[in-house]
């Protein structure tokens, strides 16, 4: 496979990881099943992500460059730390109209702005286009 077909794909996983958490997050609090199965949920979506992300690895002849997985490992506790904080705030009672616009939302404009600001990327129509579907998805997430 090539380089870029398997960024490809590494970036397809990703996007699609990313976009179930909070979606698992708002069936589980619809439902009214955080509190009983927070932790589970939890260590189970890890659990799994972690398993998909090395069966993406596994065919990759060169093994592990102590860089990825540090960057992994990183993106990872960051990712946990999100979801974590979100299902506290599901939690205690905030709603999930505030909950997901503000963590989905935060994270899409923290990347654009570091796309931008610090390695001056410019944003053309696809860009706005990928960032317009991202804020739809947020509406919509927030009241269905």
């Known amino acids: 496979m090539s380089r870029s077909g398997y960024w490809i794909r590494l970036m397809m996983i990703s996007c699609v990881m990313n976009g179930l ?23 189970w979506w890890y659990v799994g992500s972690g398993i998909l992300s090395l069966a993406t690895f596994i065919p990759k002849s060169s093994g592990f460059a102590a860089q990825e997985v540090a960057i992994a490992f990183g993106i990872g506790v960051a990712s946990f730390g999100g979801q974590l904080f979100s299902l506290l705030a599901l939690e205690r009672g905030v709603p999930g109209y505030i ?37 739809l998805s947020l509406v919509l997430l927030s009241f269905s």
């Open 21 to 43: 958490g909070p979606f698992g997050l708002k069936v589980m609090a619809e439902k009214g099943l955080l509190h009983q199965y927070h932790f589970q949920y939890l260590l």
């Open 99 to 135: 909950v997901f616009p503000i963590t989905t939302g935060g994270n899409l404009f923290v990347v654009a702005a570091a796309g931008v600001l610090l390695y001056e990327e410019r944003i053309g129509r696809y860009g706005i286009a990928g960032i317009a579907v991202g804020v």
